[in-house]
T-cell receptor
């Protein structure tokens, strides 16, 4: 069966520090991968999605970046965190939603920038 | 891309059926309707999806109107654990981008 792992579960970082959040998927090949962010009390904001290695689509221009160095690995990074980067970061995967396959979410990383 | 419209909040008595509506009047013929829910402080959970026909699984039923412009998610016997934000989304034709609206906050009343 397929599983998705996200870590860390919680993170407290000072303003201006770097960030690296990692997400891996097991049990499937060539998944579509997604990063979402949810600010406190708000809805889900799509940040990046990827349909293959090295293929990243950015939805929100900001100080975050994403990379997909391996088929089932998706990394969210920042060189310098801002206070506004605080939130709940969620990684998700699917085979292909266009063909009727749903998104499967990880348990998320709660990031607090101080 | 097809957009969805949902009421911001709903209440339902425990043990009753919860019926959550979603409007997607600009949906195209080969776009799927998906439902997810998010319990506080957790990642969203997939519930059900459909294209044209009504669907049922162990969690819920999905009723899609014949013109496909709206749908209803039915939780047949709501429990307190069903309190969550419910999202209805439509897959956009031609790309893999999936965006979520603000959903419906469903509160089950004891």
């Amino acid at each position: 069966s397929q599983t998705i792992h996200q870590w860390p579960a919680t993170l407290v970082q000072p303003v201006g520090s770097p960030l690296s959040l990692e997400c891996t998927v097991e049990g499937t090949s060539n998944p579509n991968l997604y990063w979402y962010r949810q600010a406190a009390g708000r809805g889900l904001q799509l940040l990046f999605y990827s349909v293959g290695i090295g293929q990243i689509s950015s939805e929100v221009p900001q100080n975050l970046s994403a990379s997909r160095p391996q088929d089932r690995q998706f990394i969210l990074s920042s060189k310098k965190l801002l206070l506004s980067d605080s939130g709940f970061y969620l990684c998700a995967w699917s085979v292909s939603p266009l063909s009727g396959s749903p998104l499967h979410f990880g348990n998320g990383t709660r990031l607090t920038v101080t | 891309d097809a957009k969805t419209t949902q009421p911001p909040s709903m209440d339902c008595a425990e043990g009753r059926a919860a019926n959550l509506p979603c409007n997607h009047s600009t949906i195209s013929g080969n776009e799927y309707v998906y439902w997810y829910r998010q319990i506080h402080s957790q990642g969203p959970q997939y519930i059900i999806h459909g294209l044209k026909n009504n669907e049922t699984n162990e969690m819920a039923s999905l009723i899609i109107t014949e013109d496909r412009k709206s749908s209803t998610l039915i939780l047949p016997h709501a429990t307190l654990r069903d309190t969550a934000v419910y999202y209805c989304i439509v897959t956009p034709f031609g790309n893999e981008k999936l965006t979520f609206g603000t959903g419906t906050r469903l509160t089950i009343i004891p």
